[in-house]
Each structure stands twice: as C-alpha cells, then as structure tokens.
C-alpha cells in the first residue's frame, strides 16, 4: 500500500520533471532587449508577411519552438555603437577631419525587425562596420552642408542634417539611429583655434581685469580688515590695560587697606592715647594747682597783704611824721610871725613916735638951724679952713699910718654900723628860718659879723685910695633920723 | 498610430525630416514626420496629431491644439 504511494508520487515527479526538462529544452523566451525570428513548420506572422519570406518575429514573450521543424534565431535590439572618422570640407571649403559616433538600433517595430532581420540576422557582429562605411558617407555629406560654426554650436542643424539625409537608407535597412555626435574636429588650418582667440584674448583680458579688480578690493579689505584689526588690537589692548590698572589698582587698595586699617586704629589709639595724655596732664595741673598753686598764692596772698599792711603803717607813720613836721613848722611860722608881727608892730610905732618927734624937732631944730645957720656958717668957714688944714694934716698921717686912721674913724662910727645892720631886719615882714631858734641867732651874728668884716672891706678901700688919693674922698656921714650912713667912695 | 498624439522634436516643414516622439508600444519612440498639409512648420516643442502612418517609420502629422 505505502510503496504503491510512493512510487505513485515519485513518478509523479519524475514526469512533471521530465515535462519541465522538455519545456525548457523547447519553450524559448524573447528577453526585451532581443526578437526571436522564427521559420519554418508553421511559421506564419500575425501580419502581411505571408507573401514574402515567412518567418515569425516574436518580441517579449515565450514560444514553442518544434526542434527540427522550427528554428529560432535571435536578433539583438540592443543599441550600438559606431565610431566614425572622415577627412572631410565644410560648406567653407575648410578641410577638416571629423571624428564622431553614431549610436543606432534595430528599429522595434516589426517591419524595421524584418528588415533588420533579412539583411543582418547572420551579419550582426559585423553590422558597425557596415554601417560604418555606411555612415562615413553620410557624415561627410552633412559636413559638407554645415559650416564649422554650425557644428559647433548648432546641434539642431546637425540633427536635421543627419535625419535628412540618413532617414530612407535607415528605413530600408531597419536601423534607428538615435544619436549621432561629433566628437571632434581636427583643423588643419587653426581655423577653430582663431575663432576662439578673440573671445580668449578678451575672456583673458576681463579676467585680468577682474583678477586685478579682485585683487585690488581683497588688497584694499584685507587692509582695511587689517586697520580693523589693528584697532581692534588697539582698543582690546587699552581695555586690557585699563582693566589691569583697574585690577592693579584694585589690588593696591586691597594690600593698602590692610595697612591703612592698621594706620586708622593706630590713630584712634593715638587719639585716645593723646586724650589719656591729655587728662593726666589735667590731673597733674590740677594736682599741681591743689598741691603747689594754692599754698604758693595763700602764700603769695599772705606776703602781699603783710607787705600791704607794713607799707600803709609805714605810709601812715611817714604821713603821721609829715603832718607833725607841718604843722611844727606852721606853730614856728605862726610864732615866728607873731614875734615879727609884734616887732613891726612896736617898730612901726617906735617910728611913728619918732617921725613925730622929729618932725616936731625937726620944726623947732629949723629954726634953730636957720639961726645958727648965719652963725654956723661963719664957724663952717672957719672951721672949715681949720678942718681943711687938719684933714692935710690927717692925709700925711694916714700916708703914714692909714690902719691906724681908718680904725679911729671907724671906731668913732661903730655905733651907727651896728645900728644900721640892726636896721635891715626892720623891714622883714615875715621870715621863716629853718633852724629855728639857733638860725636866728645865727643870723644875727652873721649881721653883726658884717661890722667885723667891714673893716677889712675898709682897709682894701684904703689900700685902692692909695694908688688914686685924689679921685676918692672917703667919708661916712651920719644919717639924721638914724637910718644906716652911706659909705661912699 | 493614427491618432495618437505627439510632441516635436526636430522641426516639422516642407523640405525637411522633422522628428517627432510618440508613446508607443510602452514607450517613446522618434518617428520621422512630415506635414500633413505639405506647407505648415511646425516648430520644435508643439504638439501634433498623427493623420498618417507609413512603415517603417514615418507618420504625417498636422498641430494639435488643445481645446
């Protein structure tokens, strides 16, 4: 039962594996970039190609291809490459030699595959060289239709070209040609070289230009951006050097403080050290003026007053002395002019009485006198001739003997010289003699002294009357009422 | 073919091999066009109808406008 089932299922797949074997030796597949051609038994297009050569194109899909009644060739619809180069003259007469590629393909459509596939089916290795030679005539006849400059730049006239004069012959042989470039252009004669030196020359001249321009506006901001940066530099370094001098000073205060602290409350205790001073010297000064001062002006005080007392007793006494002396000195004054007072007083009188007297004697002695005056003058006469002789008679004595005559004349007047000394007291109203008592019994000696001295005044008269006898007549008269004689010379 | 539609690609005129491409069999393919009407040119980048179609590669075609 099992191996019935298992040979059934392995012959199952033995033949679907001998089915897929088959299939794959005939079934054949056209890829997209390929055509499948097909001839032989059967073979028939789905088109018009039943009167012509009969084969079948087949493109994208699979086919059973009956082994030695079909046969199945395979036509490529990649696209190919030709190169092309040909010595050719442009529509200028400019020999050129132009290398280029075409690029073409088997057309897609069928007619262009059946085409292709009569003319190239065995050939397709060798289809570049034939379209080679095919497109080297070609070319050249478009070269000769277009001017350097057109190939140049003008792609559109160069497309134009090529479809106009390539398009039936690619039709006939099945050939698309999608792209045909040329790749470069040889000149012999520079042609393309001088086209282009007037647009390099000024290409070259605006660069130079603009490269100096460039240069001139980089030069110029570099150096501006330079400036910049030099100011920058500048303005950076003095901000620097101001916030190092901020620091700096900063720094300075912050290591100063410490010591100035130090200073401040150095000061302070100065100050208050100075206050201590200060006070200790008040407390001294006030020692000094409770202990010292004090006692020194109690002291001073005490001398002062006793002092002041001893020189007002001492003022007081001499006060005291002063006033007795004053008035010691009135009570002699008052007694001195009493006694005065009294003498004037009995003196006056005395005279009064005697004026009278005299005047009474004077009346009765005119009488007298003029009676005698006849009789006296003839005695005068006779007496005077007798005294003319005996003074002759005294004036050879006294050349003799003048001491001796002098001292009997003046013995003969002394009486009246006293008088008259006497008489100079009469006329002191008021004397105040100093030494009391004594002086005025000195004062009186001295007056009466005067009588002494008076002759020796009287001897030096004589002695001078001797060298002149005749020019002096020394006489001394007697006064009538007593008053002093004259001494005349 | 006839009556697809188109753009051009090389210019289209009396005297000349226009090309034109057009959407075919999945995707675009040049055809070389002339005009229609042997006088109109039709310049590059307009688009035009196919009036007709010859084998292998040639169709005739006139401008499209779209209404």
Same mark, same amino acid.
């Given at each position: +039962? ?28 056209? =890829? ?23 084969? #079948? ?15 199945? !060739? ?52 060798? +289809? ?16 000769? /239709? ?8 003008? !792609? ?22 999608? /792209?045909?470039?040329?790749? =470069? ?47 920058? @530099? ?6 620097? $050097? ?23 409350? !150095? ?10 001073? =200060? ?36 003022? $007081? ?11 010691? &000195? ?8 009493? &006694? %005065? ?33 006849? &009789? ?9 001739? %007798? ?6 008679? !005294? ?11 002098? $001292? ?24 105040? *003699? ?45 006064? =009538?009422?007593?008053?002093? &004689?004259?001494?005349?010379? | 073919?006839?009556? #697809? ?22 995707? $675009? ?20 109808? *196919? ?12 401008? @499209?406008?779209?209404?």
């Amino acid at each position: +039962m099992d191996e019935t089932l298992l040979f059934g299922i392995g012959g199952v797949i033995f033949a679907v594996l001998i089915l897929f074997l088959l299939l794959r030796a005939l079934w054949r597949v056209a =890829e997209p970039n390929e055509a499948l051609i097909i001839s032989g038994l059967g073979a028939r297009g789905l088109r018009d190609t039943a009167d012509s050569l009969t084969f #079948k194109i087949v493109t994208g899909k699979g086919v059973l291809v009956l082994p030695g009644f079909q046969t199945a !060739r395979r036509l490529s619809l990649d696209t190919r490459v030709a190169d092309l180069q040909v010595s050719c003259v442009t529509s200028q007469g400019i020999p050129v030699h132009v290398r280029g590629v075409v690029i073409y393909k088997v057309g897609d459509d069928y007619a262009s595959i059946a085409n292709s596939a009569r003319r190239f089916l065995d050939q397709q290795d060798r +289809m570049d060289d034939k379209t080679h030679s095919l497109f080297a005539g070609h070319l050249r006849s478009i070269v000769g /239709s277009l001017t350097i400059e057109d190939m140049l730049h003008n !792609r559109e006239a160069l497309t134009a070209q090529v479809r106009h004069s390539s398009a039936d012959e690619m039709s006939k042989l099945g050939l698309i040609v999608d /792209s045909l470039q040329i790749q =470069e252009i040889e000149d012999t004669t520079g042609y393309i070289t001088n086209l282009g030196k007037p647009h390099a020359a000024a290409i070259a001249a605006s660069a130079r230009i603009a490269e100096a321009q460039r240069d001139q506006e980089a030069t110029e901001a570099e150096q501006v951006a330079n400036a910049k940066k030099a100011a920058a @530099w500048r303005d950076a370094q003095i901000k620097s $050097a101001s916030y190092q001098a901020e620091i700096d000073r900063a720094k300075a205060e912050s290591e100063q403080s410490g010591p100035l602290a130090m200073a401040t409350s !150095r000061q302070l205790v100065v100050v208050q050290e100075t206050k201590a001073v =200060e006070l200790e010297a008040d407390l001294a000064e006030q020692k000094l003026q409770a202990q010292v001062r004090k006692p020194a002006d109690a002291k001073a005080y005490q001398t002062r007053t006793l002092a002041d007392a001893d020189r007002d007793a001492q003022i $007081a006494r001499a006060e005291a002395q002063a006033r007795e002396i004053e008035l010691r &000195a009135a009570a002699d004054a008052t007694r001195v002019k009493a &006694a %005065a007072t009294a003498q004037a007083e009995a003196t006056r009188a005395t005279g009064e009485a005697e004026a009278i007297a005299a005047k009474a004697r004077g009346l009765a002695a005119a009488e007298a006198t003029r009676a005698q005056g006849l &009789a006296e003058a003839e005695a005068r006469k006779a007496q005077g001739l %007798a005294e003319a002789e005996a003074i002759s008679a !005294r004036s050879a004595a006294l050349a003799e003997n003048p001491d001796a005559v002098v $001292a009997q004349q003046l013995a003969e007047k002394w009486p009246e010289i006293v008088e008259a000394a006497s008489k100079a007291f009469g006329n002191v109203d008021h004397m105040v *003699v100093f030494n009391g008592a004594d002086g005025v019994s000195d004062l009186l000696t001295k007056a009466l002294s005067m009588g002494g001295t008076g002759l020796g005044l009287a001897r030096q008269l004589m002695d001078a009357m001797k060298s002149s006898p005749e020019n002096v007549t020394p006489s001394i008269t007697p006064s =009538e009422n007593g008053i002093p &004689a004259k001494f005349t010379a | 073919m006839i009556g #697809k539609r188109g753009r051009v690609t090389g210019r289209v005129g009396p005297g000349l091999v226009g090309e034109v491409m057009i959407s075919v069999r999945g995707g $675009a393919e040049a055809f070389y066009a002339y005009p229609a009407d042997e006088s109109s040119v039709i310049e590059i980048g307009q688009q035009i109808l *196919v009036v007709d179609f010859e084998e292998p590669r040639t169709v005739y075609v006139q401008r @499209w406008r779209t209404m």
